[in-house]
Every structure is written in structure tokens, then in C-alpha cells.
């Protein structure tokens, strides 16, 4: 069973950083696509940062592009998920998803929450203004 674990959300000024870190557990994880989701209060769920499992191919929502960075670690099975300039609208719930590709999908970035097979319980990220 593969489990994930979020870590480094927290309360934020506004235009600060934080580096938010998912550990994976289990073998193999240079086969899992990784993902970073959001939601907050009343809205729907919306995809923040998406990499693919060999790292070299990656994604970030409009929104957050230029301020957040996803990097993959294989030799410490851990996603990372950079951001700087936070704003309040990025106030929410960050989760973490893997998706595992048993085969082919080197750069195949996964896109939708509905793609992904495993999910973390999520930490919260607070901006004040």
C-alpha cells in the first residue's frame, strides 16, 4: 500500500515562501507521476503543479505560474513543491497525489485529480495579507 505524507504548510505574510514536501512511501517511486492539488473554502479542487514520474517533463496552473515550483526527488521518494510570493488567494488545503505508470509514460504529465491512484491527507497553507 502506498501511503503520502504532506509537510511545511503553515501560516504565511503575504509575498513570503514556503516549501511544501510529500514523502511516498514504498518502492519504486521513479514510476509515479506526482501532483499537487488544492481547495479551498467553497471552491472546487483545482490542480496546482503536476510532474512527471522521471521529473524531466512538468506542470503549474496559470495562477501560480512563475511563483511555484514542483521538483521530484527519486532517490529520496519525496515531491516538493516550491512557492514564493504567496498571495491570500492561494490560501487552502494541499494535497499530494501519485499516479503510477507501469509502463512508458517518461514525460507524461497527468493533469486531472481523476488520473491519480493515491492521495495524502493534505496541509493546510494560510496567507495573511
Known sequence: QVQLGEAGGGLVQAGGSLRLSCAVSGRNFSNYAMGWFRQ???KEREVVAAIARSGVSSVTAVSVT???????DNGKNTVYLQMNSLKPEDTAVYYCAAKKQNS???S???RSGSEYDY?????????SS
Open 119 to 127: 492521495w495524502g491527507q493534505g496541509t493546510q497553507v494560510t496567507v
Open 40 to 42: 479551498a473554502p467553497g
Open 104 to 106: 512508458g509514460g517518461y
Open 108 to 110: 507524461y504529465v497527468p
Open 66 to 72: 512563475g511563483r511555484f515550483t514542483i521538483s521530484k
